[in-house]
């Protein structure tokens, strides 16, 4: 009988400290699982950013230089109309308006990105 307590307390020391090295690593993998979930968190935050940024700028630069042609065009021939019905208008005050709301919204999208 004294030979089975023996042999129970080294199985019993053995298991405990297998537990132990189980219990160590698991603490190295959770964090190395939080590093990897922040990092992944922080790739995928600047792939939205940058095709937001991407989206902004290839909708803007046609307008921009629509906009510029149009002016050039309709100064020559004195001719605002075609201006003025495509919101190019600088008297009109809702493409000013507009406008506004486009910088503002910008700086909003990035802000929602980072939270």
Known sequence: MA???DALTAENLALKSEINEFTENSEKLKIENATLKEKLKNTQLEQ???TILNSIDKRDTPVSTENLLSR???S???D???EEENGFCENKPISGVK???LL???PRAI???QN
Do not use: F, M, P, Y
Request: aromatic share 0%; no cysteine.
């Open 3 to 5: 030979r089975r307590v």
């Open 104 to 106: 503002d919204a910008i």
């Open 48 to 50: 939205t950013k940058e």
């Open 99 to 101: 406008l506004h709301q």
């Open 111 to 113: 802000l929602l990105l």
């Open 72 to 74: 050039v065009n309709n």
């Open 80 to 82: 605002r109309t075609a």
């Open 76 to 78: 020559n021939s004195g």
